[in-house]
């Protein structure tokens, strides 16, 4: 019996079919009552399309909007979030994002690293949020799976 969960489960084959890839991966694991997100950018869920090319505002609401989505499916909830780390390819950038993430996280008081990098993974991604949560309720069902932790 496995002790942690895989929430959205995906190969890198399809979500970057420009680059010779093939590694399974997920939107979010939960083990030991964390819920481990991957870095969040512009881009929709369902579809893959990434949202706000030029935008890094709209782009830091889509991966905070991803967050929020994510954190629900795994039983917890922005409230939850325990610690946050923001890339930029710009440091200009880093207004702009916070406050968009200081809307969301209004209240909740996260520990948060910031980091400038030269590129994210495709050239049109401006941010990429990264958040670690705790459960809301450990003993919650993680509904995106369908099985009990």
């Known amino acids: 019996m496995t002790n942690h969960t895989r929430i959205r489960p995906f190969n890198t084959k399809v979500t970057y079919p420009e680059q010779n890839l093939d590694n399974d991966l ?6 030991g009552g964390v819920v481990y997100l991957r870095g969040q950018i512009g881009q929709d869920l369902e579809t893959r399309e990434s949202v706000g090319i030029g935008d890094v505002e709209a782009q ?7 967050i929020a989505m994510l954190l629900e499916e795994a039983g917890s909830s922005l409230d939850d979030i325990v610690k946050v780390v923001v890339y930029l390819i710009d440091p200009r950038y880093r207004e702009p994002v916070y406050r968009v993430m200081g809307r969301w996280l209004k209240g909740v008081f996260p520990v948060s690293t910031g980091i400038v990098v030269s590129a994210l993974a495709r050239p049109e991604w401006l941010v990429e949020i990264d958040a670690t949560a705790v459960l809301s309720d450990p003993a919650a069902t993680v509904r995106a799976a369908g099985e009990e932790l």
């Open 26 to 31: 997920c939107q979010a694991v939960v083990a």
């Open 60 to 66: 830091a609401e889509k991966a905070m909007a991803n």
